[in-house]
Structure formats: structure tokens, C-alpha cells
């Protein structure tokens, strides 16, 4: 589905990501694993064409058989939303304050030129009930009325509004109590599993990778070390960064549920909060 072939990132002043090789298939959740200032984010952002300005990709990422670094700008920025979309970990930052969700939801659709209004409300009512929220009152709600787990829900909501092929998700439980994030997780991994879409997720939690991801790819300063199915990498690790990574991490809690029920909601984890206003 997505190839990426000796990807350099770099700017002025030094290389960030060196002659990376990954690929990603259809259907296949993939985890870039590795610490802060890996590279593994910057890799997510060349594939979008999210770099900043002063900062440089070559090489090749290839998509539906184009090269995506080729691409003229406007070409690339059409596939955002369309057919890869993003998820990043600060869910506040993915929608407007003082703006309803639901508005904001419209105007991403209507952007991507979807003129049917009544439409357009029935594939946004849809998509928030997939990500198990309330439906009708996200919808009316303003960002700030939502709790963090449910903003990142509705985030991902977004990210599936346009029915994207490959979902790409940028440490999007970092923010997350240890509760809500394993909930946003297993939500991601149920609609992989029900729609087909692709997830590449950044990350530094190999404790997660084991539980969801299909294949591991791990980073260190912007070099690739060893990639591989997930148990086989985790459990029989070929590079000592590796080794040390999972040296280094505690175990998950034993109290910490492994699946949570995915029927379940904020209220039910958090009673004391206030998810929603009324």
C-alpha cells in the first residue's frame, strides 16, 4: 500500500531521518517505535507533506504508484483527508474552540467538495456514532465540552470522515490517562478490523506494540535498526537498542485490563467527571 524507499529527512544543520526503508500493506497495523527525537514523527509527517519549511525530504514514498515526494503541493494536500489521514496527540489542537464540532466536521466534507448538506450531517452523525460517541450531543457540543478521551475520539472521528485508506497516528494517546488511552487503542484496532483502512502509529510504548500493532519497526536517531512481525521482534529483539528499550519499561499494571469492553464509555470508566454539558 505505502513504500517508502530511502527516505532522508534533513535540514540545513544536520540529517534527521537516514535512508529509511519501510512498507506498509493493506489492512496492516504498523508501529514506528523508538525514543524522542528518533525521527519517527518526522517520517509521519514527509509521507502527508506536513514538514515544516526549513526542513527537506528525498527519496521516495510511493502511493497508489506515485511518488509522493514528486508530487506539486496542491496534489499532495488533495490526498489529506481523502485517502491519508492524520491523528496527532494534541487532540486540542484538531478542532476551532469556539467552533461546534459538528461545524467543523461539515466544513472538513464540504471542503473535499461534498454539497449534499442533509449528506453531509448523516455521514458525520455516522461516523461519530462509530467512534462510540453520543452522536447528536458531540455533534451540537463545542470542543471544550468534551473530555480529552472523547476529543480524541472525535478526532479520529474526523480522520475517518472521508474514508481515508491509511490511517496515520502520531502518539495519540500520549495525553491520555492509562484507562482512556488503552480504550482510543482498541477503538482504532476495531475499526481496522471492521473497515480494512491501514494504521501506521508512532510511538515510544512498546508494551502497546505488543498488544496491537502487527508488525514493529524501530528507530534511533533517525536510523532504522531492525524491522519485523511484533512477537518476533519483541521477543527475540537482534539490535541492544531494542533489548535496552524493553529493558527500560515497566510492566503494564496487572490491575490494567488488556481489553477493555468496547461497549463501554467515559462515564462508566470516570463517573466523577462530567463528561459532557448538558
Not at 486540542?92 to 464540532?101: Q, S
Not at 508512532?202 to 502487527?214: E, G, M, S
Amino acid at each position: 500500500m505505502l513504500t517508502i524507499e530511502d527516505l532522508t529527512i534533513r535540514t540545513k544543520a544536520k540529517t534527521i531521518v537516514e535512508q529509511l526503508e519501510l512498507a506498509i500493506r493493506p489492512g496492516e497495523w504498523c508501529a514506528l517505535a523508538g525514543e524522542s527525537g528518533s525521527g519517527k514523527s518526522m517520517t509521519a509527517f514527509a509521507i502527508g507533506g506536513l514538514l515544516p519549511a526549513s526542513v527537506s525530504a528525498e527519496g521516495i514514498i510511493m502511493w497508489n504508484d506515485e511518488n509522493l515526494l514528486a508530487l506539486p503541493v496542491k496534489q499532495r494536500r488533495s490526498l489529506l483527508g481523502s485517502e491519508i489521514s492524520y491523528v496527532f496527540q494534541d487532540y486540542h489542537g484538531a478542532f476551532t474552540p469556539f467552533l461546534r464540532v459538528g461545524s467543523q466536521l461539515d466544513e472538513l466534507m464540504r471542503a473535499h467538495g461534498k454539497q449534499d448538506r442533509k449528506a453531509r450531517k448523516q455521514r458525520c452523525l455516522e461516523v461519530l456514532e462509530h467512534v462510540q460517541l453520543p452522536a447528536e450531543r458531540v455533534y451540537r457540543s463545542y470542543p471544550f465540552e468534551l473530555s480529552g478521551g472523547q476529543l480524541q475520539r472525535a478526532a479520529i472521528a474526523a480522520a475517518l470522515l472521508l474514508e481515508p485508506k491509511l490511517l496515520i497516528a502520531d502518539e495519540p494517546t500520549t495525553a491520555l490517562d492509562t484507562l482512556t488511552a488503552h480504550r482510543v487503542l482498541q477503538l482504532i484496532d476495531q475499526i481496522r478490523m471492521e473497515t480494512g483502512i491501514s494504521v501506521l502509529w508512532i510511538t515510544h510504548d512498546l508494551r502497546h506494540v505488543r498488544k496491537y500493532a502487527d508488525r514493529v519497526a524501530v528507530m534511533r536517531t533517525g536510523v532504522l535498526l531492525e524491522a519485523g512481525q511484533t512477537q518476533a521482534v519483541l521477543d527475540h529483539p537482534a539490535h541492544p537498542y531494542t533489548r535496552r528499550l524493553l529493558a527500560a519499561i515497566p510492566p503494564l499494571s496487572p490491575d490494567a485490563p488488556s481489553r477493555l469492553p468496547c461497549n463501554s464509555t467515559d462515564e462508566q470508566l470516570a463517573p466523577e467527571r462530567s463528561i459532557l454539558h448538558e
